[in-house]
Structures are given as structure tokens and as C-alpha cells.
């Protein structure tokens, strides 16, 4: 092919793929020809720029405090229930461990241990595909199809009449909630600035803790209402009933409430649409692409923060799988009764929530979410070390101890706010995003083997397991700190370049993080 007939298929493809002001602006020189490598396939959020010309919109203090409190209120309360329930849904199990499930359905053994681990199961299994459909298909219609199948599974725990059938029921349980951190994760980067995003899913995934508070009283209250008045089902099923109902009515909740992103929100005016994509212009991510990239799926998977996000993942969620599945178990080792247990578990709840607003607050307030968030791990440091520390006779100590590990959530939920923020290009966000929550399924998976039954009443293996863990945490904490400010300090050399240009709408090509010069890592 001669020069002039490649010319004149570049030519073709410009006019063809861009728009009119950047295929002027490749025509004249003035941006790469490997403009084009992106021009297929750009964000979601070019539709709305089009046909603005090289228009500039600008979103004064007033409108966007306004678009804020709006997106807030349509967003924030139904993501909160979700994910409080989803949370309350998986750890069911746990009030039922002492609510007679073990001797309803014939656990003997390692059964209830196999049992904790197999949501995890389906989870894992479920988790890479889960995130390939959040990206193929409306993101919002098919959270909300999970959230039902999953209240829908739930409620069917309450026919389970053994092992094999608690398996089932656990293993597709995991399959059905695998989409929902993600999801959320996602979502909260489609809406939201870098600078809200830290404390909005500190914000919906702190009602872990107010699962945690609404469950321990429900649970406690039918776990003594049957005794008193004997019911014509087992109490632990109708745990698994009330929760499983409610987990479907908020479901369909969510089908009508959360759209696919800012361009088919009915609760957002033609004109407030577009503003509410442009005031995320700045997080240099757009809000969603539908086509899969190879390059995007390997620069993931050579990418170190990836991996330093996996090994936190699985290395923090070995405690969190054991401390979420024996929390009541545990309790009941302080001395208390299983019906205290139930009580007693949820002021934990409270300092979960407490720590995820504070953290996600602070660490937006400061810009500093990794520093932030390491105080949660120390924090629980000191709470196990007074666990495995004080006497068997010291219940209160022991007990407070417990709830100071309440505050392990915090870097996790840092991390999780990090992904939103710091790796972009919508297919490689979906990668590290599901690599994350693997991590996270392996590690609660190992989590309830370490709470041998052989080590009851006071588990002291496990509790040191936990320690351990929690310092190798710390490390983690310390090198993505570290590797981040290097990365960014990359960058300003390069924008500081005399050579160095910017594209118009380049904020919407699906850029990943590694090869926009613009992208700023958050700390």
C-alpha cells in the first residue's frame, strides 16, 4: 500500500470514528495518530459530548452541592440496605450455630467449618464472570437480578434438612452475592469524584456494623421468643425466612431506584445528566465501557499495585473469615451464654461503624485514605493481644477486646474505595476488582479452618493466626503508600515535558491509569 492510500484510510477512519473536533485536531498534527487505538471504543460518556464542539460546561459551587445532594439521596440509602443485608445474609449462619442448626440438620465434625467456607466458594467461582457481566450488561438491572436471586436462596435455607443441602444453598448464596461489592464499587466510581468516594463506600459498607447491631437483636429476640413460646418452625429458620423476604423487597427496590449510569437516571433532568457526567471529568475514568481489551486484561495482570491488592485481600480476610463465621462461638468462650452471645455481638457493630465513616471521612479530608485506614488494623492488633493476652476469668476485657478488632474493616474498605479511585480503563477496573474479591474469597475460605474445634474453648492458634496476619497487613499498607507517590511523582516529570499535550474529552477514551499521564494516583 502507498503512502497516499494509507493516508487516505487514516482519513477514512477519522471521519468515520471521531468526532469532528478531534479528527481536526489528529488531521493537523497537533494529537498522535494512536488516538485511534481508543477511537472505537471510548467511554459511555462521550455520547453525551459529541456534539458539544469543543463546548466547555462549567458546574459552579451551587450546582454541583446540588447534583450532589440529589445523587446522594437516590444512591446512598438503598446502597446502605443492600449491602447491610448483604453482610446480615451471609452471616445468618452464625446465629444459627447456636440456635440449634447444628442438631436440626446433623452437623457433626468439620460440617459447620465447610460450611463457612463454601459461600466463599461460590463466590469464587462466580467472581471473575460476575464482573465481565457488570461490564457487558446495565449494571444496575443486573445488580438488582442478583439481589433477588440471592434473597430468593437465602429464604430457601429454611427447608434445608442436611448437610448436602446447607452446601447447595451456601455455595449458591456466594454466587448470588459475588456481584454486589464489585457492583458497588463501580457504581460509587460512575457518580462520585476521587475526593467523595473514600467516605461514600465507607459510608454503605459500614452497615456491615448496623447488620451486625439489627441481626444480633433480631436473632436474640426470636432465639427467646421460642424458647418461651415455642414456634411451629425452628427459630433459626425463621432467621433465614425474615431476612431472605426482605433481602427480595429490597431487591425490586433497587431495579427501580439505581439506573446504568448518569444517562438513563429518570431522577435526573436532560441538562442534570450531562452536569453529572461532567463533574467527573476530573477523576479522568469516565463511566463505563462495554467492550473487553485485551491490553487493559494484561497491563491488570502485570501491574504490581494489582497484586499488592490481592495479597491484602487474602491476607487481611483470613481473620475476617474466621472472626465473621465464630464471632458468637467466640463470645460464647468468654463465658457467656449462646442467647448473650447474640446480645453481646452487636457493639461490635457499633465500632465498625463508627471507624468505616470516620476513616472514609478522614482519609478524604486529608488525602490520605492508606494512613488513615492502618490505624483500623492496629487498633485490632491490640484488641486480639488483649483477647489472647488476659485470662479466662476476664470477661469484660476479653469481650472489649473483641470489639476493638471491629475496626479491621478499615483498610479493606480503603482499598475497595482505591480501586474505584486510582486503576481506570473500565475493563482493567473489572479485572483488579474481581482479582481483589478472590483474594478476599480465599482468605475467608482459610479463615474458619484456623477455628479448629480441637482448640475450643479459647482457639489461641487462630487468635495468633490473626495477629500475625494483621502485621503482614501493615507491610501491605506500606508498599502501596510507597508505590503510589513513585508513580505519581512518574507522572508530574512527564506533564512537566515541553513536548507533552492533552486531547479534548481524553478523560472519556478509556484510558487506563498507567498510560494517562493525567491520572493521579490517591493516597
Not at 409 to 435: D, E, H, Q, R, W
Amino acid at each position: 500500500m502507498s503512502q497516499n492510500e494509507k493516508r487516505t484510510t487514516l482519513d477514512q477512519e477519522i471521519e468515520k470514528n471521531l468526532p469532528a473536533p478531534l479528527a481536526d485536531a489528529i488531521r493537523s498534527g497537533s494529537v498522535p495518530e494512536n488516538i485511534l487505538k481508543h477511537s472505537h471504543d471510548a467511554d459511555e460518556a462521550m455520547k453525551a459530548f459529541e456534539s458539544s464542539c469543543g463546548e466547555v460546561i462549567e458546574i459552579d459551587a451551587a450546582t454541583n452541592k446540588r447534583l450532589l445532594r440529589r445523587i446522594d439521596f437516590h444512591l446512598i440509602p438503598i446502597m446502605c440496605i443492600v449491602y447491610g443485608l448483604n453482610y446480615l445474609d451471609k452471616t445468618t449462619i452464625s446465629y444459627a450455630s447456636i440456635m440449634g442448626i447444628k442438631t436440626d440438620i446433623g452437623l457433626v465434625g468439620n460440617d459447620y467449618q465447610w460450611l463457612g467456607s463454601m459461600f466463599y466458594f461460590g463466590y469464587l467461582a462466580w467472581e471473575y464472570p460476575t464482573n465481565r457481566l457488570l461490564q457487558r450488561l446495565p449494571i444496575g438491572k443486573y445488580s438488582a437480578c442478583c439481589i433477588i436471586a440471592w434473597g430468593v436462596v437465602l429464604a430457601c435455607f429454611s427447608a434445608v434438612e442436611n448437610f448436602k443441602g446447607a452446601v447447595a444453598v451456601r455455595f449458591m448464596l456466594g454466587v448470588c452475592e459475588a456481584a454486589v461489592t464489585p457492583g458497588f464499587a463501580l457504581i460509587t466510581s460512575q457518580w462520585y469524584t476521587k475526593k467523595e468516594q473514600g467516605t461514600r463506600v465507607g459510608i454503605w459498607f459500614s452497615f456491615n456494623g448496623f447488620a451486625q447491631i439489627f441481626g444480633g437483636l433480631v436473632a436474640y429476640g426470636i432465639a427467646t421468643g421460642t424458647q418461651k413460646h415455642p414456634a411451629a418452625i425452628a427459630g433459626w429458620k425463621i432467621v433465614f425466612l425474615l431476612t431472605g423476604c426482605l433481602t427480595i423487597a429490597v431487591g425490586i427496590i433497587f431495579l427501580f431506584v439505581v439506573p446504568d449510569n448518569q444517562l438513563n437516571a429518570r431522577w435526573l433532568s436532560k441538562e442534570d445528566r450531562i452536569l453529572a457526567i461532567e463533574r467527573i471529568r476530573v477523576n479522568q475514568q469516565g463511566v463505563g465501557n462495554k467492550h473487553f481489551k485485551w491490553y487493559q486484561f494484561r497491563e491488570a495482570l502485570t501491574d504490581p499495585l494489582t497484586w499488592a491488592f490481592v495479597a491484602y485481600a487474602l491476607v487481611a480476610d483470613i481473620p475476617n473469615g474466621g472472626l465473621s463465621n465464630f464471632f458468637s462461638q467466640l463470645i460464647t468462650s468468654f463465658g457467656y451464654t449462646a442467647e448473650q452471645s447474640l446480645l453481646y455481638g452487636t457493639p461490635g457493630g457499633v465500632v465498625e461503624i463508627v471507624t468505616l465513616i470516620a476513616g472514609g471521612y478522614l482519609g478524604d479530608r486529608y488525602g490520605n485514605r492508606i494512613l488513615v485506614s492502618s490505624f483500623g488494623t492496629i487498633i485490632s492488633i491490640i484488641g486480639m493481644a488483649l483477647i489472647v493476652g488476659l485470662p479466662l476469668t476476664n470477661n469484660t476485657g476479653r469481650l472489649g477486646g473483641y470489639y476493638l478488632t471491629q475496626a479491621s474493616a478499615m483498610p479493606f474498605v480503603a482499598f475497595l474505595s482505591l480501586i474505584s479511585s486510582n486503576v481506570a480503563g473500565y475493563t482493567k477496573k473489572t479485572t483488579v476488582a474481581a482479582l481483589y474479591l478472590i483474594g478476599y474469597c480465599v482468605g475467608n475460605i482459610i479463615g474458619p479452618q484456623t477455628f479448629r474445634p480441637s482448640d475450643g474453648p479459647r482457639y489461641v492458634p487462630a487468635e495468633i493466626t490473626i495477629i500475625v496476619c494483621w502485621c503482614v497487613c501493615l507491610c501491605i499498607l506500606a508498599f502501596i503508600y510507597t508505590y503510589s507517590r513513585m508513580q505519581n511523582s512518574k507522572k508530574a516529570k512527564l506533564r512537566a515535558e515541553a513536548h507533552y499535550v492533552t486531547l479534548e474529552n481524553q478523560e472519556w477514551l478509556d484510558l487506563t491509569d498507567r498510560e494517562n499521564p493525567e491520572f493521579v494516583y490517591t493516597l
